[in-house]
Every structure is written in C-alpha cells, then in structure tokens.
C-alpha cells in the first residue's frame, strides 16, 4: 500500500503518496485509539461522485466525540479534503480512507490531547468480497468471537481498536475456508459482520439486528430507505443464528462489502443456496443509486468537479 504514487491529505496538506509516514512512537499505533471511515465514490454520469459524503463525515466526528477525540479540522475541510484526493489521483472511482490519530507527542496510555492528525487516502478498490460473491452469495461462519459488549468499547464509534475483534473474526473465518464470519453478541444473537451489517428475508419480509452492538452503517440506512421505496416489510429486532439458517435469503451491507448476497451459514444453505430475489432487486436498486442512475436519490451524491 506505501509504495504507490499519487497523494495522501495529511493535516491539511497534500504529500506524495509514499512520503505519508508517521513515527514509531505513534500514540494510536501502541494503543488503538484512533477513529476512521470507509467511504466510496463511483463514477457516474456526472464524473467521479462521493456517496453519502457528509453522512460519512458526521459519523467520523461522532466516533471522535464519542472516544473524547478533539478533531483539529473542520467537517467542512474533511469533505473538501474527499474531493481533492479525487481530482489529485485523477481517480474515476475509489475508496476513501480518513483517518484521525493522535501523534507521538506522548505515549503512556493518556493521549497527547493536542496531537491529533487526519488523513484521507483514496485508491481504487473493487468488489470487497469478490466478484463471484456478489453474484452468487458467500459463505459465512458464525465466529467463536463474541461482538464488543456495548461497555467494553464504544460500538458506535467507528474506532481503530474495534477492528481488533474484526479481524480475529474475519481471519479466523477466511483460514477456515469461509469468506466471512458473522459475530454474534454477548447474549447470543446476531450482531454484525466483521465489516458489515446484516439482513435475512423471511415470507417476503426483511430482518435486521437491532443496533445495540452494530455499526450504525450508512449502507444498512441506505438499504433500509430501498426497502420502503420497495413496499417491503422492515423489522428491526434481535435476530437467532438459527432463524438466519432457516432464512429465505441473506446479505450483508457495507460501503466496502455494498449488497452482498450471503448463500450459507456454518455449512447451511439459506434458501435456495444463492443469491435470492428480493436481494437482487436491492443489489440492483443499490448500484442505480450509488453510480448516479437515479434521480430521486442524487441528493447522497456529491460530484467531484
Ligand atoms: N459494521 C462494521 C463493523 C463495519 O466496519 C462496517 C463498515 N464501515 C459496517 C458495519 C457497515 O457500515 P457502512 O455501511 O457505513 O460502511
């Protein structure tokens, strides 16, 4: 990832891609303490476009206040920050990486309070978990790791150290030959994926956990606004790995994973093993939206000029 050319927004500036370095004694880097956001933008009609800019850009000042995190930067820089990563790339579409951590002023678990910095990185990046999945459904394990307790670490912060769990979820998944875990909560039910939430469809109905333990996702907002849009039946309540086994159909919901079709759980096949209609439909809708073909939805875009 270092060694590529282009430019990195780094504290106001931007740096050559490969001079975006940070020291050793990096607060952050010893102790997680930091807070991010992934955030895309497609090409569309008009040029490149952001999608849901400055939902993503809320979220990133709410995980700050959230972990008591001062942000030395406006929302308004932040945002101006996305679009000139684009136009400096020369980028058509992209993934976005901001990034706010505290420096090595001091270590020692209390935080250097005035040594914040923020970065946002962009580089292309294609389907998440694959081309194939997207089409045919993945398949998922439930994880022996259990999903932060909402008093551990702060599950609406979208927090470095959160990943932790994440990714002993997701490696533990991937090394068994799934494509990605689903952690349950501390009482048992489904939480989340390792980088996504999740929905089941049931009798014509969709299901989504509640989000006591999950990422407040901007995608699972975005799929619950299509579901309205479609007439269909939302329920948000505590959802069983069973009552997912026995599902009709499931997917997961992410700005990296987007709308991705979930075909078997722990060796069960859900419904009819791939991805279902009512999904497809959601894909497809999902897609229209971000790549700027459709017009009641233009106002998630923001256009890179
Ligand atoms: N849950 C977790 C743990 C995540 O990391 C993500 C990705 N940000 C999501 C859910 C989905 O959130 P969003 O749709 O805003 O990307």
């Given at each position: 990832?270092?060694?590529?050319?282009?430019?990195?927004?780094?504290?106001?500036?931007?740096?050559?891609?490969?001079?975006?370095?940070?020291?050793?004694?990096?607060?952050?880097?010893?102790?997680?303490?930091?807070?991010?956001?992934?955030?895309?933008?497609?090409?569309?009609?008009?040029?490149?476009?952001?999608?849901?800019?400055?939902?993503?850009?809320?979220?990133?000042?709410?995980?700050?206040?959230?972990?008591?995190?001062?942000?030395?930067?406006?929302?308004?820089?932040?945002?101006?920050?996305?679009?000139?990563?684009?136009?400096?790339?020369?980028?058509?579409?992209?993934?976005?990486?901001?990034?706010?951590?505290?420096?090595?002023?001091?270590?020692?678990?209390?935080?250097?309070?005035?040594?914040?910095?923020?970065?946002?990185?962009?580089?292309?990046?294609?389907?998440?978990?694959?081309?194939?999945?997207?089409?045919?459904?993945?398949?998922?394990?439930?994880?022996?790791?259990?999903?932060?307790?909402?008093?551990?670490?702060?599950?609406?912060?979208?927090?470095?150290?959160?990943?932790?769990?994440?990714?002993?979820?997701?490696?533990?998944?991937?090394?068994?030959?799934?494509?990605?875990?689903?952690l349950l909560d501390v009482d048992g039910f489904v939480a989340e994926g390792s980088g996504e939430n999740v929905f089941i469809v049931r009798k014509g109905k969709l299901y989504t956990p509640d989000l006591t333990s999950a990422l407040e996702g901007i995608t699972r907002d975005t799929v619950v606004q299509i579901a309205k849009e479609m007439g269909l039946e939302l329920i948000e309540k505590r959802i069983t790995r069973d009552e997912v086994y026995s599902a009709d159909e499931a997917f997961f919901t992410g700005t990296a994973a987007e709308v991705t079709p979930i075909r078997e759980l722990d060796n069960r096949q859900i419904g009819e093993g791939r991805r279902g209609p009512i999904t497809t439909e959601i894909q497809r809708r999902y897609f229209a939206i971000v790549k700027g073909e459709s017009a009641e939805h233009e106002h998630w875009l923001t256009c890179v000029k």
């Open positions: 990832m270092a060694d590529r050319d282009g430019f990195i927004w780094y504290d106001g500036k931007l740096v050559d891609w490969r001079s975006a370095t940070t020291h050793v004694l990096t607060h952050t880097l010893h102790y997680g303490m930091g807070v991010f956001e992934g955030v895309r933008a497609y090409e569309t009609p008009k040029g490149p476009a952001i999608f849901r800019l400055q939902d993503h850009t809320d979220r990133l000042f709410r995980s700050a206040h959230i972990l008591g995190i001062n942000l030395p930067f406006s929302k308004e820089e932040i945002n101006a920050a996305h679009l000139s990563v684009v136009k400096e790339n020369g980028l058509k579409s992209c993934y976005f990486r901001p990034m706010a951590f505290y420096g090595s002023g001091k270590l020692g678990v209390a935080p250097p309070a005035n040594d914040v910095h923020v970065i946002v990185a962009a580089w292309p990046w294609g389907a998440y978990l694959g081309e194939e999945g997207m089409e045919k459904g993945i398949r998922v394990k439930t994880s022996s790791f259990t999903r932060h307790h909402v008093n551990i670490t702060m599950c609406k912060a979208k927090a470095n150290g959160n990943y932790m769990n994440s990714i002993l979820a997701n490696t533990e998944a991937t090394r068994d030959g799934y494509d990605e875990a689903l």
